[in-house]
């Protein structure tokens, strides 16, 4: 990571006013915000992206559209892989290092006690406001009901991506119930509300929970992802639309680029603009191959590197589900935060990897150890062993065979790869 980042990073670590740990409550973000004069009401056409797993994809995708048909779009994104400036779009740049020190100033200045995510919020919302995009894309945190996104009246669209058990460490209630009714219970009325594909028994309790909304309801029967010949389509009422990509490769990650192509069809972006922006399209950490770099040049020529920052059992098998269509051998590399639950995530990897090697995630105190990743492994009849670091590894597993080395697990340690590379 560039040290500027680092540097800001660790000046919000140190500000004893901003709280390190999770802390849902919109009072102390909309006391700021008033205090600032509501830059939130400058914004127009707000889509909010709510959800377990696709937040990032659908987002990307969504703005990827935008700008293909000539218009613009901020982003404000969670978590950042490589550089805190990722988190910050502005519609033509990311903000700068020196806009984000100065705003975090100004938002110690209003002398409220925040959480660093609510002081990452308000960079973002100070400076959007600053610009005057065609849309502003807003990526929620780990639930909605009190997250620091929800600070907007008037949203355009309120999108709704895979829901699944992966925040039940921030509910008192620890049932699936719960984490749907506090990523939907709280949606804006008057709104659009779009929702992807669920499980059926999740749909259900969403339409349940959703039948006073007043909002216009979208759900995924309304496309469809259809697959010919190893190829993958967009389908809906009136249209179909080849899906061709040249950096997309899970069933997953195309359900969440349909997700966002018929919000783009109904925000009037023509099928011509989206056909033409879906081969530029690659999401960082996600199911990416990496081809070029430091690393690579570490590694023989018929070997593989790829990397995915999946860490819940649903995105563990989309994951899964991909690397069973490789003939090739296949080694795993896995970290993993402690807030996770590694055991129903490992299981969707059974007969998948050769070996799987677990390492600890560089500079995250909250990274499980290596030793109990691999006896969760083994628990799963999974052969595993747990390595010191990531270097370590590549060197063990690296050969003449022809194979991938997939490191797997965790966004933050998908981010600190592409950093050494």
Known sequence: MPSQSISLYNLLAKKKQFKKTVNFDLKRIKEALNKLGNPERKLKNIINIIGSDGK??????????????????????????????ERFWMGSEYLSYGEIKSSIKLIEGLKIRLTIFEVLTLVYIINASKRHNDYNLVEAGALFAKDSTNVFDFPLIQAIVNINKQHLNFVKKKTINEIIFQKVGFLSNFTNIYIGKQSSQNEKKIKSILRKNLSKKIYSKSWKLIKKKKKFFFKDKYNFIPLKTKNIYSKGLFNNITMAIKIALDIGINKKIISKALPKLKFQGRIQYISSGKLIKKLNSKEKLLIDGCHSAVSGKNLSDYLKTIQSPKYGIWSMMKNKDPSSFIKQFKGIFKKIYTIPISGEKNSMPPKILAKIAKQNNIDALSIKNFDTVLKKISSKEKKIICLFGSLYQCGNILNKN
């Open 56 to 85: 990032y994809s659908v987002l990307t995708t969504l703005k990827y559209f935008i700008e293909e048909n000539k218009q613009t779009a901020s982003a404000y994104i969670s978590p950042s892989l490589k550089d805190i400036r």
